[in-house]
């Protein structure tokens, strides 16, 4: 019913920066919070960086003045701005969204597949 689709990952050296995209299509009748999650080796899943349908953000502790979040409502579309980024920030990044799709009054979580970003010089 929906399909979210990551762009952006990479390789990239200490200090660089990448800008992840996500574009969230499908059977969709809205789209409330969306959301950057990623999970390094070895590490559990974690929350980077989420926004609602409103543009509030919420951050991480390790990324805060670092990554910035935004949305394209007309689109659809998540993007994570990721600055300065340091070798720990080596994760696979997923795309969260909290979809209602058409005929149905609930609201359900979806994922992308995930991009690889490394860090690494």
């Known amino acids: 019913q929906v399909q979210l689709v990551e762009s952006g990952g990479g390789l990239v050296q200490p200090g660089g920066s990448l800008r992840l995209s996500c574009v969230a299509s499908g059977s969709i009748s809205s789209i409330d919070a969306m959301g950057w999650y990623r999970q390094g080796p070895g590490k559990q899943r974690e929350l980077a960086a989420a926004i609602t349908s409103g543009g509030s953000t919420n951050y991480a502790d390790s990324v805060k003045g670092r990554f910035t979040i935004s949305r394209d409502n007309a689109k659809n579309t998540v993007y994570l701005q990721m600055n300065s980024l340091k070798p720990e920030d080596t994760a696979v990044y997923y795309c969260?969204?909290?979809?209602?799709?058409?005929?149905?009054?609930?609201?359900?979580?979806?994922w992308g597949q995930g991009t690889q970003v490394t860090v690494s010089s």
């Open positions: 969260n969204a909290v979809v209602r799709v058409l005929f149905d009054t609930r609201s359900s979580d979806y």
